[in-house]
C-alpha cells in the first residue's frame, strides 16, 4: 500500500485524491434564490442522503477563491431553501453547463436550456426535466476548517413516473438511471451495468 499524508495536505492535493478515490458519487443540481429573488442552479457531488427520520441530505456547497460564499452557499444562508434534483444520462451534458461560473444576475438555467415549475414547500423553482425534485428546507449548517456542511431536510419528492411505485415507494432501475461523478474535472459514471447479491441473513 502506498501511504498519502492527506492531513498534512488538505485543500487541492487532498481533493484530487478523496475526489477520485471516493466514487461514485450522487450528483445534486441544486436551485436556490438570491434576495431579489433570481434563481441559481448548481452541480455538486459533495451530496448525498444521510438520514430518514427525518429524511435529510447533505450538501456541501464551497466558496469563490476570494473567500466569498458561491451563489447556493450564499443562497441558502441567506433564505434555507433549496430543491434538488437528480439527473440522468440524458440530461448529464445540461447538467453539466449549469457548473460554469457566470455574471450575477445571468441564468444557468438558461445555459442549461431547463424549464421550471413552481414548487410546492419552498420558494425555489423545480427544473420539470429532471427524473427526481426533492423540496428541501435547512436544518443547520456547520464549518469545519473551509468545508461548509449544509444539512437539508426533504420535505417533498417529485418522481417521474414510472421511476418509482407510488404504492410500494419501490424504485425501479429500469426507468431511472442516474449519472453519477468520478475525479475532478471530467470524471463521470453510467449506472446501467448493475448485479444483486443477497442480504446476509446470518
Known amino acids: 500500500m502506498i501511504r498519502f499524508d492527506v492531513a498534512a495536505h488538505p485543500g487541492a492535493r487532498a481533493y484530487k485524491l ?3 478515490l471516493v466514487v461514485p458519487r450522487p450528483i445534486a443540481l441544486a436551485t436556490t434564490i438570491d434576495a ?3 434563481t441559481n442552479a448548481a452541480p455538486f457531488s459533495f451530496f448525498n442522503v444521510m438520514g430518514t427520520e427525518p ?3 447533505v450538501l ?4 469563490r477563491d476570494d473567500g466569498t460564499p458561491k451563489d447556493t452557499a450564499a443562497n441558502l444562508i441567506l433564505n ?3 430543491v434538488i434534483h437528480l439527473c440522468d444520462e440524458a440530461l448529464a451534458e445540461r447538467m453539466v453547463a449549469c457548473a460554469r461560473s457566470l455574471p450575477a444576475g445571468e441564468s444557468e438555467i ?3 436550456r431547463f424549464l421550471t415549475q413552481k ?5 425555489p423553482p423545480i427544473l420539470t426535466e429532471c427524473p427526481v425534485a426533492l423540496e428541501c428546507r435547512v436544518i443547520d449548517i456547520r464549518y469545519y476548517g473551509e468545508n461548509r456542511l449544509v444539512v437539508l431536510e426533504v420535505l417533498l419528492a417529485h418522481v417521474r413516473e414510472g421511476v418509482a411505485d407510488p404504492e410500494t415507494w419501490k424504485v425501479d432501475y429500469k426507468n431511472y438511471v442516474p449519472v453519477g461523478r468520478l475525479n475532478s474535472p471530467d470524471g463521470y459514471v453510467r449506472t446501467v451495468d448493475r448485479f444483486r447479491m443477497d ?3 446470518d
Open 80 to 82: 434555507g431553501e433549496c
Open 18 to 20: 478523496l475526489a477520485g
Open 60 to 63: 456541501a456547497p464551497s466558496d
Open 36 to 38: 431579489e429573488g433570481r
Open 199 to 201: 442480504f446476509p441473513k
Open 110 to 112: 438558461e445555459k442549461g
Open 119 to 123: 414548487a410546492e414547500k419552498v420558494r
Open 55 to 57: 429524511p435529510m441530505v
